[in-house]
């Protein structure tokens, strides 16, 4: 079966960090990108940052700039997102999802039509 499971989210003060992990079953990140989307109640689902397997390419949505870091471990087909100086404004659930090209979290498509997302993992930060 193909899918895509988040873990590592939690309970953090603001300013303390958490790393969430994406693996992958099923399938091989090979030539895939796998980005990061975030939905908050009540909030549209929003990119916040995309990596691309085969050249490492990132990108970061300006809200998580310097303060997240995406990386990849290929030979455990798992994706990360380490957050560091966390805000209560990062509250949300995180997702992972296959984007072909990154073209969803860069908005230059809805992410509606990305087809493999993981479950979600919730993120909860405390003023």
């Known amino acids: 079966e193909v899918q895509l499971v988040e873990t590592g989210g939690g309970l953090v003060q603001a300013g303390g960090s958490l790393k969430l992990s994406c693996a992958a079953s099923?399938?091989?990140?090979?030539?895939?990108?796998i980005a990061w989307f975030r939905q908050a109640p009540g909030n549209e689902r929003e990119g916040v940052s995309c990596?691309?397997?085969?050249?490492?390419?990132?990108y970061y949505a300006d809200s998580v700039k310097g303060r997240f870091t995406i990386s990849s471990d290929n030979a455990k087909n798992t994706v990360y997102l380490q957050m560091n100086r966390l805000k209560p404004e990062d509250t949300a659930t995180y997702y992972c999802?296959?984007?072909?090209?990154?073209?969803?979290?860069?908005?230059?498509?809805?992410?509606?039509?990305?087809?493999?997302w993981g479950q979600g993992t919730l993120v909860n930060v405390s003023s």
């Open positions: 999802a296959a984007d072909p090209l990154c073209k969803a979290t860069m908005n230059q498509m809805t992410y509606k039509y990305l087809e493999l």
């Open positions: 099923g399938f091989t990140f090979d030539g895939y990108a």
């Open positions: 990596i691309s397997i085969n050249d490492n390419t990132t």
